[in-house]
């Protein structure tokens, strides 16, 4: 039943904080505006129902190499004849 209550109120919290908050974040904000209402909510309650709802906070962009290699065909041939 408590899982039930807190489900609107945690996705409350994810859209007003853009859909960028994880589970650490999320958890922080509902103990601190909704303890008084539902008591302490631990971190695994806030993860679990996060996953049941289908949200997940922003991930970082990887950053992609500035420079690429050249193409093998233009390349110079071995001029130094290593082996």
């Not at 999320?26 to 129902?49: D, K, S």
Request: hydrophobic share 30%.
């Amino acid at each position: 039943m408590r899982d039930e209550q807190l489900l609107p109120k945690l996705r409350a919290v994810y859209e007003e904080n853009y859909s960028c908050y994880g589970v650490r974040k999320t958890w922080h904000v509902m103990n601190n505006q909704h303890a008084e209402a539902f008591g302490p909510i631990a971190r695994c309650t806030v993860e679990r129902l996060m996953k049941n709802l289908g949200i997940d906070g922003g991930r970082r962009k990887r950053k992609k190499p500035k420079t690429r290699s050249a193409d093998t065909e233009s390349c110079p041939v071995d001029l130094v004849d290593r082996r």
